[in-house]
């Protein structure tokens, strides 16, 4: 098992919901900022949403409202629930600590696809 594992990605029809969910090892979870990201083929990754120790979110402005990011400390796992979907949330999602996702050739989850579409 890697040090990022993504989870609770699948298909949905357009205003439906998932949660995603993102195991990581002790010493990715201990940076105070992680986030998720979302890929469309041919575009670059983007952050669409993260979370800190210290209690803040934010979200990009295409998810806002409709999705909320959650951590679980004594797990290690980061979460992501996003509702009302539309066709263009459809992407491949993942997650990483802020300061690692900066890094060239950081390295990535397998990261669950989300395909919303009727």
């Known amino acids: 098992q890697g040090p990022l594992v993504e989870s609770g990605g699948g298909m949905v029809q357009p205003g439906g919901a998932l949660r995603l969910s993102c195991a990581a090892s002790?010493?990715?979870?201990?940076?105070?900022?992680m986030g998720w990201y979302r890929q469309v083929l041919g575009k670059e990754r983007e952050l669409v949403a993260s979370?800190?120790?210290?209690?803040?979110?934010n979200y990009e402005d295409s998810v806002k409202g409709r999705s909320t990011i959650s951590r679980d400390d004594a797990k290690n796992t980061l979460y992501l629930q996003m509702d009302r979907l539309k066709p263009e949330d459809t992407a491949v999602y993942y997650c990483?600590?802020?300061?690692?996702?900066?890094?060239?050739?950081?390295?990535w989850g397998q990261g669950p696809p989300v395909s919303v579409s009727s």
């Open positions: 002790g010493s990715i979870f201990n940076d105070p900022y």
């Open positions: 979370n800190s120790k210290y209690g803040t979110t």
């Open positions: 990483n600590s802020l300061s690692r996702a900066s890094l060239q050739g950081a390295s």
